[in-house]
């Protein structure tokens, strides 16, 4: 069983910067995948970063060259860099887990174990 805990999320203007924490407890395969996830209201869930456990990682168009996510291993903690964010980047933040498996999916099917999610705000 993997526990997954979001934080870090607040409001911002456009332009300005976030940073978010996925804290990750429980046992850990070697191999796996980690991403973010996102939803806004009346929209579907859409993946925005993707990394594996050897460190590989993919974006999502709408972010690349504005986010970046990267993983402590010493600390179990996933993170997300968000700069220039914008309005549309406004969004219930997720952190999920695929275990066992390494691959750079954007389908929210594939992944096991969720958080609660970490809510951004960006205003105009």
């Known amino acids: 069983q993997v526990q997954l805990v979001e934080s870090g999320g607040g409001s911002v203007q456009t332009g300005g910067s976030l940073t978010l924490s996925c804290s990750a407890s429980?046992?850990?395969?070697?191999?796996?995948?980690m991403g973010w996830f996102r939803q806004a209201p009346g929209k579907e869930r859409e993946g925005v970063a993707i990394?594996?456990?050897?460190?590989?990682?993919d974006y999502t168009t709408s972010v690349k060259g504005r986010f970046t996510t990267y993983q402590d291993n010493a600390k179990n903690t996933l993170y997300l860099q968000m700069n220039t964010l914008k309005p549309e980047d406004s969004a219930m933040y997720f952190c999920?887990?695929?275990?066992?498996?390494?691959?750079?999916?954007?389908?929210?099917?594939?992944?096991?174990?969720w958080g609660r999610g970490t809510q951004v705000t960006v205003s105009s």
């Open positions: 999920a887990a695929r275990i066992g498996v390494a691959g750079l999916s954007f389908n929210a099917d594939y992944y096991t174990y």
């Open positions: 429980g046992y850990m395969y070697s191999r796996y995948s």
């Open positions: 990394i594996n456990s050897d460190g590989t990682t």
